[in-house]
């Protein structure tokens, strides 16, 4: 959606680069003498904040906005640029596209929404593989421990096992999860394959030490970059 040229803020970084919005907001804030030596910042005008240093607070905004409209812009504009033209030269040949789906609309359809996590929906859609019937109980436990994951933390399951936290277009139900059993051992934590959406779950010893390896595993787990 912000293919076309428009202007960033602070909040635009934030949702990208929360640490770097902060830095941001302290340099805005800052009236210290050694602000340039403070903030050092590895772009193309970092020499200009010696300057800004001894202007007014306008000019320090002035020279925050130009800082994200180079985060945004020129700083990607040579990987940014030929991905557009061929993005374009695809897609902007679809008449279907051009006059029936918004840019909102297109966002979705690539990159999927930001529905709740159902798990009742991904259940329906996943696939189980290499368990018995005699395993039918302890499935049953690691749908109950999914339902007793928080939002945050069946959003970090959903990055685990595919490396993006997004709902697919149709529903969590194309989520496409396949649950194969890897194995028995307290010790072993569930492992991943993203690219074929694969939870390797091993058996463990009770519904408690499930629940407690699963959540270790998805723990500070990261995706492509598409949340």
Do not use: H
């Amino acid at each position: 959606s912000r293919l076309a040229r428009s202007r960033f803020s602070l909040s635009d970084l934030a949702l990208v680069c929360p640490a770097m919005a902060r830095s941001m907001e302290k340099l805005l804030e800052y009236d210290g003498e050694d602000v340039a030596e403070l903030f050092t910042l590895d772009w193309p005008r970092a020499e200009e904040l010696r300057a800004v240093r001894r202007r007014a607070e306008d000019n320090r905004v002035a020279y925050v906005d130009a800082y994200v409209q180079w985060y945004f812009f020129e700083r990607y504009a040579p990987q940014v640029s030929p991905m557009s033209e061929g993005f374009r030269s695809v897609v902007g040949s679809s008449k279907l596209l051009r006059t029936l789906v918004r840019a909102a609309q297109l966002e979705q359809i690539l990159c999927g929404g930001e529905a709740p996590v159902d798990v009742e929906a991904i259940k329906s859609g996943a696939i189980v593989e290499d368990w018995t019937k005699r395993d039918a109980e302890y499935l049953k436990g690691f749908w109950d421990v999914m339902r007793g994951l928080s939002e945050s933390e069946r959003r970090s399951f959903v990055t685990f096992v595919s490396a993006c936290s997004r709902t697919p277009p149709r529903g969590w139900q194309d989520l496409g999860l396949r649950v194969q059993k890897s194995g028995t051992g307290d010790e072993r934590l569930p492992t991943a394959f993203t690219c074929f959406t694969l939870l390797l779950l091993p058996r463990y010893s009770s519904p408690e030490v499930l629940g407690a390896r699963l959540r270790t595993a998805i723990a500070d787990t990261e995706g492509f970059g598409l949340s």
